[in-house]
């Protein structure tokens, strides 16, 4: 389980508002091989967003998604999720996320497979 808040602060007001979110998500990982090689991590994040201004709207969204090591040494991994509102349809697309992290210290993108 992991937890985060926090605000955004516009330095042009007229165009952006300040802004409080806050996001939460639950996973479990799963590994080939008792512990070592790769790892499966499936989780649900739950989104949460405010503008700082009066009658503002708290948008909130749901992020199935999934996380895994490509690497048996675990140092570079790819993630996909489908970002989906809960609320506004109309105003508010469903998104495809996806993302690479590379802890480069344990190696090269081409090291550990």
């Known amino acids: 389980m992991q937890l985060q808040a926090g605000l955004e602060l516009s330095t042009r007001t007229a165009k952006a508002s300040h802004e ?3 996001r939460a998500v639950v996973g479990m990982s799963f590994f080939q091989d008792r512990g070592f090689g790769r790892a499966w991590s499936p989780m649900v994040e739950l ?3 405010r503008e700082l201004e ?3 709207t708290t ?3 749901i992020v199935p998604q999934l996380q895994v ?3 048996t040494r675990q140092h570079v991994r ?3 999720g489908v970002r989906l509102p809960l609320d506004h349809f109309a105003d508010r697309p469903t998104q ?3 993302y690479l992290l590379w802890d480069w210290f344990d ?3 081409l090291e550990g497979w």
């Open 78 to 80: 790819v993630a996909l």
């Open 47 to 49: 989104l949460g967003a």
């Open 59 to 61: 948008h909130w969204d």
């Open 107 to 109: 190696g090269s993108l």
């Open 69 to 71: 090591t490509l690497p």
């Open 20 to 22: 409080l979110f806050w």
């Open 96 to 98: 495809l996320m996806c």
């Open 54 to 56: 009066e009658d503002a």
